[in-house]
């Protein structure tokens, strides 16, 4: 009973198949050729080659912030990831001057870098990344709308809780 194979997965053909139970072991690595030297001369050809997707693609951010990739560029598929984690840092570093300007300071921070695979050479690739920030300043207790909401919180909450003892 064959289970699966691994056949055209990101370029693997032909590994052997496991034998049934109490069958003949077929091996589709004969057939195919898997190892000659054809085989690695076009998977090398391949590898030195870059797509025109991959050549072509460009890094942009949607953000309002004063960050790099304000405008389209292009970055290799081998450096992407390096600058894609720095770009991101770098709302991270606004984050922190922003709470430092406003008087608080930044609670949370995370960055989350976002992989693809390229349709044209199946070659993995970071797509972009996102950065997420929550800042927390200091509640102005002279301002009467802040007053006004403490003291709706303090109603809203009443008889929420109750200890009960018999």
């Known amino acids: 009973m064959q289970v699966g194979m691994n056949e055209g997965a990101f370029g693997y053909i032909g ?3 496991k034998p049934a139970v109490g069958g003949a ?5 004969a057939a195919s050729g898997v190892g000659s030297s054809e085989d690695t001369n076009q998977t090398r050809a391949l590898k030195r080659t870059e797509c025109q ?3 072509n693609r460009k890094y942009q951010d949607g953000s309002n912030e004063n960050v790099s990739f304000k405008a389209a560029a292009h970055i290799s ?3 992407a990831a390096g600058r894609v984690r720095a770009h991101e840092s770098e ?3 606004n984050a922190y001057d922003k709470a430092f300007e406003e008087g608080g300071k930044v609670v949370q921070a995370s960055v989350s870098i ?3 695979v390229c349709p044209e050479c199946g070659r993995t690739y970071v797509s972009g990344g996102l950065t997420r920030t929550k800042i927390m300043t200091p509640v102005d207790e002279a301002n ?3 007053k006004s909401q403490k003291e709706l919180f303090g109603e809203a909450t009443t008889g929420n809780n109750a200890d009960y003892q018999v």
Not at 25 to 29: D, G, I, V
């Open 114 to 116: 976002h992989m693809a």
């Open 144 to 146: 009467p709308y802040n």
């Open 77 to 79: 598929p081998e450096a």
């Open 53 to 55: 997707t991959c050549k």
């Open 91 to 93: 709302h991270v570093a």
């Open 25 to 29: 072991q077929t091996t589709k690595a």
């Open 15 to 17: 590994f052997p198949s």
